[in-house]
């Protein structure tokens, strides 16, 4: 069964620093991956995704992730953090659609907070 | 704007009785979640539903039951057989119809047992 593991559960940085939130997954077929950033009190909102194609992948707020299949990774890092990015982020894992009814599977969340 | 519209935001329950969380999209999307937040625990499956009529148990189905007569609408209702229903609850929704897009998320429900 496919799993997702998000290796920090908190990550403190300060202002202007980069940062990196980590993700492994276990699957055995090809997956679609996804980052999705939780404020306090609200939804998901989804930041960036990887179906097929670059393993760079860009999204919003300057969060990019890289896939990489043979480390079955899905990085997250943003070069500057700001204090409006402290919030929770949730790495997602789906077996495609064809295999569960395209459930997503998420990691338990890592908390990133930002000091000034 | 399209998007999913969980009511009410706060939501308080006494022992014993069942209550019903909404949730409405106007996204048409065919699939739709509900997921259980706890602190520490990620998000948990509850049910999904990927068509009208249809819907499948997920990792915690019980004490939980939903519905699905309208493509739209997808209510969740949380049982006097759920034991511990204090938690945020989420839904959300996704295209389906064979395409991986992501999921589409409303804003919540928080209940409290009281």
């Known amino acids: 069964a496919q799993s997702v593991t998000q290796l920090d559960s908190q990550v403190p940085v300060f202002e202007e620093a980069p940062v990196e939130l980590r993700c492994n997954y276990s699957?055995?077929?090809?997956?679609?991956l996804f980052w999705y950033v939780q404020y306090p009190n609200q939804g998901l909102q989804l930041l960036l995704k990887?179906?097929?194609?670059?393993?760079l992948v860009k999204g919003i707020n300057g969060f990019e992730a890289e896939f990489n299949k043979s480390q079955t990774s899905f990085h997250l890092r943003k070069p500057s953090v700001h204090i409006s990015d402290t919030a929770e982020y949730f790495c997602a894992v789906s077996e495609g659609i064809y295999n569960q009814g395209g459930k997503l599977i998420f990691g338990q969340g890592t908390e990133l907070s930002v000091k000034p | 704007d399209g998007g999913i519209t969980q009511s009410p935001k706060y939501l308080f329950r006494k022992e014993g009785q069942n209550v019903t969380l909404s949730c409405e999209q106007n996204l048409n999307h065919d699939a739709m979640y509900w997921y259980r937040q706890d602190p520490g625990q990620g998000l948990r499956l509850i049910y999904y539903?990927?068509?009208?009529?249809?819907?499948q148990k997920g990792d915690i189905a019980e004490g939980y039951s939903v519905s699905r007569e309208k493509k739209e609408s997808f209510p969740l209702t949380v049982t006097s057989a759920q034991k511990n229903p204090t938690a945020f609850y989420l839904c959300a929704s996704s295209i389906g119809r064979g395409l991986h897009d992501g999921y589409t998320f409303g804003s919540g429900t928080r209940l409290t047992v009281v």
């Open positions: 539903s990927q068509i009208v009529n249809d819907f």
């Open positions: 990887y179906l097929s194609g670059s393993t």
């Open positions: 699957s055995s077929v090809s997956v679609y």
